[in-house]
């Protein structure tokens, strides 16, 4: 069993729908949770982090942490078809590890 | 302005024979990242180095080789290519000191062996 699970996808969505993402994991020992997007072709960009439960919001995009499940979720709202990219979970113990640990990536397309 | 760059973008090549991907960074970070991605998206962290030290070495074949000859700098040598060994390799850096999680990648190196 990996230590971080994702569904690959794809996921397909008309514009302005909200695409809901997410990962499980195993090791109960992770306090940071980044979600980060990678367009065709190009390298991954960290788009969201969060630090232990809770939601964070920025613009269109929220990430919500619930430890107690094991369970991360990203959520875009109306979205673009510029939003179409793999989105790959990632999580570590601590700030400052180099070993991240990363979900295989949801591969999403939005139809405009 | 590119912050964190790759050389060559695409490498076509044979089985057997070696070859070098260099990267380097402009972003002032004290630690730099090799990562491979296969054909199914999953991205594989290979090494790290920071400031110069090896910090990370998975379990990757010793044919791999990583060289830091600075701080901005990481390079990757692969003698005797295989087949196994085609993927799209990823290098990436990012500052200690409680900031590891936010890496910054290049643009990959898609490396194909015929």
């Known amino acids: 069993q990996k230590e971080v699970e994702q569904d690959p996808g794809p996921l397909s969505v008309p514009e302005g729908a909200i695409v809901s993402l997410n990962c499980t994991y195993s090791?109960?020992?992770?306090?940071?949770f980044m979600w980060y997007r990678q367009y065709s072709r190009k390298g991954p960009e960290l788009l969201m982090y969060?630090?232990?439960?809770g939601n964070k919001e920025d613009g269109r995009f929220t990430a919500q942490v619930d430890k107690s499940s094991k369970y991360i979720s990203l959520f875009i709202r109306d979205s673009q078809p510029s939003d179409s990219a793999t989105y790959l979970c990632?999580?570590?113990?601590?700030?400052?590890?180099?070993?991240?640990?990363f979900g295989a990536g949801t591969t999403v397309t939005v139809r405009a | 302005d590119t912050a964190v760059s790759q050389t060559p973008k695409y490498l076509v090549t044979q089985m057997g024979n070696d070859k070098s991907i260099k990267c380097e960074q402009n972003?002032?970070?004290?630690?730099m990242y090799w990562y491979k991605q296969d054909s199914k998206k999953f991205l594989k962290i290979m090494f790290s180095?920071?400031?110069?030290?090896?910090?990370i070495n998975e379990t990757v074949p010793n044919r791999f080789s990583p060289k830091s000859p600075d701080k901005a700098h990481l390079n990757l040598h692969i003698n005797s290519l295989e087949l196994g060994d085609s993927a799209v390799y990823f290098c990436?850096?990012?500052?200690?000191?409680?900031?590891?999680?936010?890496?910054?990648f290049g643009p990959g190196t898609r490396l194909t062996v015929t």
């Open positions: 990436a850096s990012s500052l200690s000191g409680g900031r590891s999680y936010e890496q910054y």
């Open positions: 090791n109960s020992a992770f306090q940071y």
């Open positions: 969060t630090y232990s439960s």
């Open positions: 990632a999580m570590s113990v601590t700030s400052n590890d180099y070993k991240l640990s």
């Open positions: 972003l002032g970070h004290d630690t």
């Open positions: 180095y920071n400031n110069k030290e090896l910090i």
